[in-house]
């Protein structure tokens, strides 16, 4: 095969034609974050071959939001092409899924502001980065979420257990454990476990066991197939469905013949926590 | 991380979980009871039930109204109903509207769903692991 303007036998001059994207000083970077974690901050770094030819490289700090609402930085860059962007993480210790990003290349600001295309989007960890070229678009609920095991509320005596999904969560409930304290007056009381939407209830599960008067017994809720309690012990087990809940939902135990002074200790939870970016 | 006690509800929580993540508290809600009280059907907060208000309950297969002091074991009372609190705390973000508190976590101002009547910050009575 013959190069044109290249006689056999001799090596072609190197191109320093440049690639990448052109942008101009009317174009910026647009890095939002979603993040659940307290004391991270995420880092952006690239490098854009300015008209001259000469590589400029640039880097911004970002500190993201820890209620999982979005946060954003501009990054200016001038004129040239735009050869890599790189997104990690500069401090803190987030696990996959506690730390999301994307970068848009974008012009004008505020409500007139337009996305001309997005670089990269995905989940960002003490361990993993997100980079253009080279990464593969995610969105935050495409890759599974972050596994946490949490505890609630320890809730004052004559008040149910109940835990709301957070602002820009979602959850899938792997299990749930607390115990019930009875008081010494003389009922049955008997635990459910209920799903609502802040309003609603759409799910309810009952132990299906009594727990009578000055008895501490703790309850395990887990998805399962099996309901059971324990026959010289103090578990019991409740059945739950795989499910997922949306941000506002709450999981809260309902106690059948609850009394005033009956008193439930803080829940623990193991749960998928997904952001919705 | 700070132990709280939330002054609406008296729940008790650590404001940063131990994974290192905010934890929004938001109360429950609280328990009603349906009673006949001097003639008048009403219902009152379970604390506040009296042994001569009357109460219905399952006893067997019947349906029975009983003196709240002479109920059986093996009575189910029916006709509970929970409503929200109206001093409810929600920390979670509001998406529109909601109350602004300063972060306790972050230092900064934020949009909580219903401040409620705050927080108090406590000794946390757990024991610590540690050396």
């Given at each position: 095969m013959s190069i044109?303007?290249?006689?056999?036998?001799?090596?072609?001059?190197p191109i320093f034609a440049a690639s990448g994207l052109y942008v101009t000083a009317d174009d910026a970077l647009l890095l939002t974050s979603h993040n659940s974690v307290a004391g991270v901050a995420i880092a952006i770094g690239g490098r854009v071959l300015d008209p001259t030819g000469r590589p400029v490289p640039f880097s911004e700090r970002h500190v993201?939001?820890?209620?999982?609402?979005?946060?954003?930085?501009?990054?200016?860059?001038?004129?040239g092409w735009l050869q890599s962007v790189s997104v990690g993480v500069a401090s803190g210790t987030p696990i996959f899924g506690q730390s999301y990003v994307r970068v848009d290349v974008v012009r004008g600001g505020g409500a007139g502001q337009t996305v001309l295309g997005t670089l990269l989007e995905g989940n960002v960890s003490a361990t993993m980065r997100q980079a253009w070229p080279g990464s593969i678009l995610h969105g935050p609920l495409e890759r599974g979420g972050a596994l946490r095991a949490l505890t609630g509320t320890d809730p004052a005596a004559n008040t149910e257990i109940s835990e709301t999904v957070p602002t820009?969560?979602?959850?899938?409930?792997?299990s749930m454990r607390f115990a019930l304290v009875t008081d010494a007056n003389a009922a049955n009381r008997e635990v459910a476990i209920t799903f609502d939407n802040g309003t609603t209830v759409y799910f309810e599960a009952a132990s299906g066991?009594?727990?009578?008067?000055?008895?501490?017994?703790?309850?395990?809720?887990?998805?399962?197939?099996?309901?059971?309690?324990?026959?010289?012990?103090?578990?019991i087990l409740i059945p739950l469905p795989d499910l997922v809940l949306l941000a506002g939902h709450r999981i809260a135990t309902v106690t059948t013949n609850r009394?005033?002074?009956?008193?439930?200790?803080?829940?623990?939870?193991?749960?998928?926590?997904?952001?919705e970016g | 991380m700070a132990r709280v006690r939330c002054n609406s509800c008296q729940g008790e929580y650590d404001d940063v979980s131990e994974d290192g993540v905010p934890y929004f508290h938001a109360c429950p809600p609280v328990l009603r009871v349906r009673v006949t009280?001097?003639?008048?059907?009403?219902?009152?907060d379970l604390a506040d039930v009296r042994p001569t208000d009357t109460v219905l309950v399952r006893r067997g297969d019947q349906e029975l109204e009983v003196p709240a002091g002479e109920l059986q074991r093996d009575d189910v009372r029916v006709g509970d109903v929970t409503r929200e609190r109206a001093d409810r705390r929600d920390e979670n973000t509001a998406r529109v509207g909601g109350d602004e508190e300063l972060d306790r976590t972050t230092g900064r101002r934020r949009k909580l769903r219903a401040r409620g009547r705050g927080v108090t910050e406590i000794a946390d009575p757990r024991p610590r692991s540690g050396v």
């Open positions: 044109p303007g290249v006689r056999p036998g001799e090596k072609p001059a993201p939001n820890t209620d999982r609402t979005a946060a954003t930085s501009l990054i200016r860059l001038g004129d820009g969560a979602r959850w899938r409930l792997l066991a009594n727990q009578a008067a000055s008895l501490t017994r703790q309850y395990t809720a887990a998805v399962t197939n099996v309901r059971g309690a324990a026959a010289t012990g103090t578990g009394q005033a002074g009956d008193n439930y200790g803080a829940p623990l939870l193991l749960v998928e926590e997904s952001l | 009280r001097d003639g008048q059907a009403q219902t009152v």
